[in-house]
Every structure is written in C-alpha cells, then in structure tokens.
C-alpha cells in the first residue's frame, strides 16, 4: 500500500505518518510503487520449475494488480481526480464491477477518505476474484516431487 514505509529500510525516507499530507509521503508510496515493480520483473524473468508455474502466474496477478490499485490510489492522493478510478484496466472495468463504490467516489461532497476506501475494498476484491485461489496443488505437487517438508513456525516480526 501507498501507506508502507519501513524505518530500517535505506530506500524510504524518514516515515513520520503514514498520511497523504505528510512530508515524504508521496516520495515513500513511489518507492513502495518501485518494490512491487521490481516483484513483477522478478516473476517475469526468473526460471522456476515448471510445477510453479501455476504459483508464479497467481503472484503475478496479484502484484500486477496491487500495483494498479495503489497507483491508481497514490494519483488520487495527488490530484484529487477521481476520474482514473472509474477507468477500465486489464479485465477489469470498476463502472461495471464497483458502480457504488465509483459513483461514491465520484460524488461532489464524498468524503474522500471513505470513497477511496470503498473503490480499494471493492477493486482489490473483484481483482482477487478474477485472480483466483492460490494454486495449492501444484504447490503441494512440487514439495512431494522435491521431497520437501514445510514446517510453519512462528516468528516476531522484530526478527525478520
């Protein structure tokens, strides 16, 4: 999300708030557009074994679409412009698949916070659902094909 600035992270500059207003929002929610970039050239250019391909494909879709999501979000933050929300993008035309929350946000007087949130809520679920579930199986086939055993642990995210 635009909002995301990690304090340990040389990339960002100093976080303050996460709020449009803040003084290096708008830099910090470009590095933020930058990373999700770098995941789609990652994806698309590493080779993996051919059981991931399912995997790959639906991570893709999925940071392709975060990154029209929150660039599409980070425009309105700038501009105020409502209008590239209602935009059609790859399959996915939100007049059609999020008309309230598109007519919400285009509205004179909507409170912009909420608007964008309803369009955020309502993109990011239709876009998942064109995505679809994670491909659990071909996961699942590449471990016994492999011979490898997950095993979760919990961990402080301090620790990362």
Request: hydrophobic share 30%.
């Amino acid at each position: 999300m635009a909002e995301v600035c990690d304090e340990a992270d040389p990339e960002y500059k100093p976080c303050g708030t996460s709020a449009p207003g803040a003084k290096y929002f708008f830099d910090n929610a470009e590095v933020n557009l930058r990373k999700i970039a770098r995941r789609i050239k990652w994806l698309e250019t590493t080779r993996f074994p051919e059981e991931l391909t399912p995997v790959v494909k639906h991570f893709l879709g999925i940071q392709r679409l975060s990154l029209e999501i929150q660039g599409r979000r980070l425009n309105y933050f700038r501009t105020g412009d409502p209008r590239p929300l209602a935009a059609a993008f790859s399959d996915f035309d939100p007049k059609q698949e999020c008309r309230a929350a598109v007519d919400g946000v285009l509205r004179p007087g909507e409170s912009r916070a909420e608007g964008l949130r309803d369009w955020w809520s309502c993109a990011n679920s239709v876009g998942r659902d064109k995505i679809g579930r994670y491909p659990k199986d071909a996961w699942e086939n590449l471990l016994r094909r492999y011979d490898v055993t997950e095993r979760y642990q919990e961990t402080d995210p301090s620790e990362w």
